[in-house]
């Protein structure tokens, strides 16, 4: 039997190199896999949907407030010196993690759906590890990818 969990962590990285280079960068390998990132997250941007259905999931971007402005300026054409608000940082990493968990989603049991996204700047709070954590690089700067499944009835 194939174990989606490990399917879908496996997934990830290409999941979203293909949607940078397609809706961000215009061109592959910006975006690349990391062992870990070793620098703190400055004011972090949370993005998440979750997958409902016959199994649930959670796909969660964070990457800091400065490379969300990068991300919104490139995702939404704007010019490199052009003030990012709030608003813009919440479509373009909402759209991040939309596009990812869709992806996702795609690779589930018919019967699957997709939460609207939902952007913070506080997170989601957490009592536990991700079940995966793909630390990626985006020009140098660092963006990471986390799953979750829910453990003993407990909510994501």
Do not use: C
């Amino acid at each position: 039997m194939i174990d989606t969990h490990v399917t879908l962590a496996e997934s990830v990285v290409p999941i979203t190199q293909d949607l940078f280079t397609a809706m961000i960068d215009g061109e592959p390998g910006l975006l690349t896999p990391a062992d870990a990132i070793t620098v703190p997250m400055v004011d972090p941007v949370h993005a998440w949907v979750d997958i409902v259905g016959p199994a649930h999931y959670r796909a969660l971007v964070v990457t800091p407030r400065a490379t969300a402005d990068r991300l919104a300026r490139a995702l939404l054409q704007m010019t490199p010196d052009e003030d990012v608000s709030l608003e813009d940082v919440e479509d373009a990493l909402g759209e991040v993690a939309n596009v990812v968990g869709g992806n996702l989603k795609g690779m589930l049991p018919e019967g699957s759906s997709l939460t609207l996204p939902v952007v913070d700047v506080t997170g989601p709070t957490a009592s536990r590890p991700a079940d995966h954590e793909q630390p990626l690089l985006w020009r140098g700067d660092p963006l990471v990818i986390s799953l979750w499944t829910p453990k003993n009835g407990e909510e994501l």
